[in-house]
C-alpha cells in the first residue's frame, strides 16, 4: 500500500515562506518523477511543479517560477516544496503525487499521477 503523507501547511503571513514535504510508504520515490498541485476553493486542481525522478529536472507553473523550489532526498523518501514571497493567491490545499511508471521525468497531468496524499492546507492571510 502506497501512502504519501503531506505535512509543513499552515498560516503566513503574506510575503512569508513555508517548506511542504512529502513523505512516502510502500514506495520507493528514488525511481519516480513527483508533482505537487494545490486546490484553492471553488476551483479544479491545478499542477504547481514536477521534479523528475533523479531530480536533475524541475519545472513549474508560471505563478510560482522564481518563488518555489521543489526538491527531493530519495534517502529520506521525500520531497519538498519551498515557498517564498508567498500571496493571498497561493492558499490552497496542497498536494503531492508520484507519477505512474519509473524513471519519468514527472507531468503537468493529473491523470499521470496514480498516488496522491491527503494534503496539506496552506493559508496566506494577514
Known amino acids: 500500500q502506497v501512502q504519501l503523507v503531506e505535512s509543513g501547511g499552515g498560516l503566513v503571513q503574506p510575503g512569508g515562506s513555508l517548506r511542504l514535504s512529502c513523505a512516502a510508504s510502500?514506495?520507493?520515490?528514488?525511481?519516480?518523477?513527483m508533482g505537487w498541485f494545490r486546490q484553492a476553493p471553488g476551483k479544479e486542481r491545478e499542477f504547481v511543479a514536477r521534479?523528475?525522478?533523479?531530480?536533475?529536472?524541475?519545472y513549474y507553473v508560471d505563478s510560482v517560477k522564481g518563488r518555489f523550489t521543489i526538491s527531493r532526498d530519495n534517502a529520506k523518501n521525500t520531497i519538498y516544496l519551498r515557498m517564498n514571497t508567498l500571496t493571498p493567491e497561493d492558499t490552497a490545499v496542497y498536494y503531492c503525487?508520484?507519477?505512474?511508471?519509473?524513471?519519468?521525468?514527472?507531468?503537468?497531468?493529473?491523470?499521470?499521477?496514480?498516488?496522491w496524499g491527503q494534503g496539506t492546507q496552506v493559508t496566506v492571510s494577514s
Open positions: 503525487a508520484t507519477e505512474r511508471g519509473i524513471y519519468g521525468l514527472g507531468s503537468n497531468r493529473r491523470d499521470d499521477y496514480d498516488y
Open positions: 521534479i523528475s525522478w533523479n531530480g536533475a529536472l524541475t
Open positions: 510502500g514506495r520507493t520515490l528514488s525511481t519516480y518523477g
